[in-house]
């Protein structure tokens, strides 16, 4: 179900295919959190974007409008009406940053919702009943997610019961699946390799969760705090520890340039809210860096965004009545530069699945590496 | 380039060939305040909406970001990349109901702005300079709208201050269009008939008004806080006295009711903020009455807002869904339904004229107004 179709040093170029569809890679995914992605953009609008896979967040989904209703609805890809592959993170990042009061056990974690308060528990167990509701084409494994900067003993600890919690969650999803009202029953597990920036750490835990033949592997606890020098070094050191005929997933990461080195270390899945956040705050992607549209420069500017670019926004719209939007406070400004944003990386994805598909990898990377540093928007 | 295809009773069909394309009435405008529909729908979407006119405000276009950018940029409609017709409004009415310390002379209004406080003078020449640069298709002239059920005395030395207003208009902007720089030379103007809900003030000001052979008439002043049947009776007697040969407008109206009731009594166009806005609340309109997505009994519901809609959103979208994200504060949820709502008027209009063209608007009109009463969101 997973092909690599060409390599070039560690970077891949490969085919995954769900019973969602076939998801080329290197791929960029989506971020819809609740079941939209931020900005106001619906599923069906997202084709003519070159999305190929949306990711949805299982401890927002369960918190609101909860999975029993998810499932009800015949789960998140029929609710969200995306005909496509979905990935649902396992609650663990959310219940670590986002939620209060947490306290962490061998059986899981309790916490506070952060929308209304009550206390909720999740465990290896409850995050794949959630996700099996949800109905996701890949699930992925409750983590804990250490902080990167985490002293050393506090990770080992932690690292070790990520393991206990996988086996836990690779054990439960399998029970799951072969239930009779399963919503996907084929639906696939992705395991997390944690160990902040602890070589050692991280190389051990790859070992042994290599070992357990999930359907993929992420790296996990990067994009947290650390230096992109320590992510790439953490990316050298562990990838090759990684299966080589399984998908890899660098989680939450990052910008373009971190995205063409993930690729260049190995890396097929990524997802970062960049490109929506970002273009929220005015922020617009280029092939010769970004533009902040509320600058006054681009009061009178009829250009699109990016006159290299292709996408709906780009065909249609001045950098003027966007900049005139975002100042009025229209939701339009905002959805339009999401749109662009979310073109963008998809588009940079299929790019460089091209020049890997050419065999010319290295010097689309560098080529590229030369134009994001131009950084347009400052001339 | 005004026909009038056909009659019922004082009910009209008619076509208003313009510059910037055909526009057929009895039409409901979708009103873009500052450039863009509120919700985040940007132009080339109105298509697939049954969108007709655009209308946008003078007041808010020359606040920001300013009447004289949107001219270098080659005028409001190429600003919104939209190539229908547009109408904007004169100011007068934002004059009176948002600016603040508005003090009002022969001359015009001094008022401050709603945005930064800055003191701005307009007039009717102001106005029409404004709505000049903007080059609309159809310009408003600059009016005083009185309240509703403000004192004779007032409302009398008003509105002969509006006849000679617009007398000051039609002189201005004939020579504005005559301008070699001139957006659109070729600029409607549309008169605008005041009187409160004084009878006789409205029919002796609707006569004079009706001598300047403009092209276009309104009603104006309504809708801001008379009865319904102050409305229907203000119309009854104020439209006789309006040119037959020339388009009539009824501006700020209405529910879908008042609107079947504008077109029995001789309306051509509308325009009115109830779809967007109520949308962004959580109302939907449908030929059964409307619906509040917020309400609980939706949670579960996986039909269309209206299972008899053929709008993009009632063809991919739940009830349940579009409820989930308006609690989940989702921008998309708002803006779903207003795109929802605002297909409801314009393809209420679209029924509206396909009655009027098979002579059985009456029959129609009383089968509307039955299905709107039946109030569907409350079962």
């Not at 092909?3 to 890679?25: D, M, N, P, Q, Y």
Request: net charge neutral; hydrophobic share 35%.
């Amino acid at each position: 179900m997973y092909e690599v179709l060409r390599t070039e040093g560690r970077a891949k170029r490969a085919r995954l295919k769900t019973v969602h569809g076939l998801i080329e890679t290197p791929v960029f995914m989506n971020v819809g959190t609740a079941g939209a992605i931020k900005g106001g953009i619906s599923s069906p609008e997202l084709k003519g974007l070159k999305t190929q896979v949306e990711l949805c967040n299982t401890y927002h989904l369960h918190v609101r409008p909860g999975d029993e209703v998810v499932k009800k609805l015949g789960g998140i890809r029929k609710f969200m009406n995306w005909d496509g592959p979905v990935l649902t993170d396992s609650g663990g990042f959310q219940v670590f940053s986002l939620a209060k009061l947490r306290k962490i056990k061998e059986e899981g974690v309790t916490f506070h919702s952060h929308v209304d308060g009550r206390k909720i528990f999740m465990g290896p167990e409850e995050s794949m009943k959630i996700q099996s509701n949800l109905g996701s084409t890949i699930a992925m494994a409750f983590d804990e997610c250490p902080n990167a900067l985490a002293e050393r003993s506090y990770v080992e600890e932690s690292v070790d019961r990520t393991t206990r919690w996988l086996s836990r969650c690779k054990t439960e999803l399998k029970r799951l699946n072969a239930l009779p009202d399963a919503v996907n029953p084929d639906q696939l597990l992705f395991g997390i390799n944690q160990g902040a920036v602890y070589d050692d750490i991280r190389i051990r835990h790859a070992r042994e969760i290599a070992e357990l033949d999930l359907d993929g592997y992420a790296v996990g606890g990067l994009a947290v705090g650390e230096t992109h020098e320590q992510m790439y070094h953490v990316l050298d050191q562990v990838v090759p520890y990684l299966p080589k005929d399984k998908p890899t997933y660098l989680m939450g990461v990052g910008t373009p340039e971190n995205i063409i080195e993930g690729v260049y270390r190995g890396i097929d899945f990524f997802d970062c809210v960049y490109p929506s956040r970002n273009g929220r705050h005015g922020h617009a992607y280029t092939n010769r860096g970004h533009l902040n549209l509320l600058n006054a420069k681009y009061e009178l500017d009829d250009r699109p965004i990016d006159p290299e670019c292709g996408c709906p926004v780009c065909r249609s719209h001045s950098r003027a009545y966007i900049r005139h939007l975002l100042k009025a406070n229209e939701i339009l400004g905002m959805r339009l530069l999401v749109m662009h944003n979310l073109y963008f990386y998809n588009n940079l994805m299929e790019e460089i699945r091209e020049a890997l598909d050419e065999g010319h990898f290295e010097s689309y990377r560098r080529m590229r590496l030369g134009t994001l540093a131009e950084n347009v928007g400052k001339h």
